[in-house]
């Protein structure tokens, strides 16, 4: 165990705790997080990452902090409006913890890019909310065996679930391909509850650490619904598709895919 005095203060409510400990922060600290986006999902997800002492966190954002986003985007204020989001995150995560090296990818992640990016993290958490990202990253860490954190929200509902490859389905065998551009609600159409982003968030975040430290039970193979109205969670097993065009047994899908860009929550199951 190679931690300052410093850093035992900080993480000593982790290293107490007979499923972390001194190896387990330490494994904490040698770990490299991808997050896709630095929004509603990827904002919680990022500070609580952060705070855990996650020795390398990427985020790939190529927005800039509109006034409509601080009803929910919490790694952002008033301050950051105009500024690129991975900017603005990345002063929030090291005003927490400055022993987090945050990596900025000001670009949109697509077919060229995407394999390169993913390939130099540990884990990936899917904070999109648009189709083509969320496919591209489906398939890229099926091809790359990287585990997937993935989670979305529509209005006052949220769904959360992880995908690795080997161990269980992948996105794909939950929603084959991408529904029609226009035929679902619109990010702008569709709304969302603010808080609910951080409560989703704060799952991923908590899925990611448990599949660092080699802890509990991920949600592998289970998608677990959040009913915010209700204040209910549902679950529901997701068998792996052997017809699946990424992860079956006679893939059609074989390299990156740009689908058309458009925004979008796939709702139903």
């Known amino acids: 165990m190679n931690l300052t005095e410093e850093q035992i203060q900080r993480y000593s409510r982790h290293i107490i705790l007979p499923q972390v400990g001194g190896i387990g922060q330490q494994k904490l600290m040698d770990a490299k997080v991808l997050l896709i986006g630095a929004g509603g999902l990827g904002s919680p997800a990022a ?23 601080l009803q929910r985007q919490i790694a952002h204020g008033n301050e950051d409006i105009g500024r690129w989001k991975t900017e603005s995150a990345k002063n929030t995560i090291n005003g927490m913890n400055p022993d987090v090296e945050v990596v900025e990818y000001r670009v949109p992640i697509n077919a060229e890019n995407a394999m390169d990016i993913v390939s130099q993290y540990d884990v990936v958490v899917d904070g999109t909310d648009n189709f083509p990202s969320r496919y591209l990253m ?114 059609t899908i074989t390299e990156p895919i740009d689908y058309e860009e458009f925004c979008g929550v796939q709702v139903g199951v």
């Open 47 to 69: 500070l609580y990452l952060a705070a855990a002492g996650i020795g390398k966190i990427g985020i790939v954002d190529f927005d800039k902090v509109d006034i409509s986003n």
């Open 138 to 251: 489906n398939d890229v860490t099926v091809w790359l065996d990287k585990p997937l954190v993935y989670g979305s929200i529509f209005q006052f509902d949220g769904q959360i679930s992880v995908f690795k490859k080997g161990d269980g389905p992948c996105y794909r065998c939950l929603y084959p391909f991408p529904p029609p551009p226009g035929s679902v609600p619109s990010c702008h159409e569709a709304g969302v509850i603010g808080v609910l982003p951080g409560i989703v968030g704060s799952i991923q975040a908590a899925e990611a650490i448990k599949i660092v430290l080699g802890i509990g039970d991920p949600l592998i193979g289970r998608l677990m619904i959040f009913e915010a109205l209700e204040m209910k969670f549902h679950e529901m097993k997701i068998r792996k598709n052997p017809e699946c065009p990424v992860c079956g047994d006679s893939p």
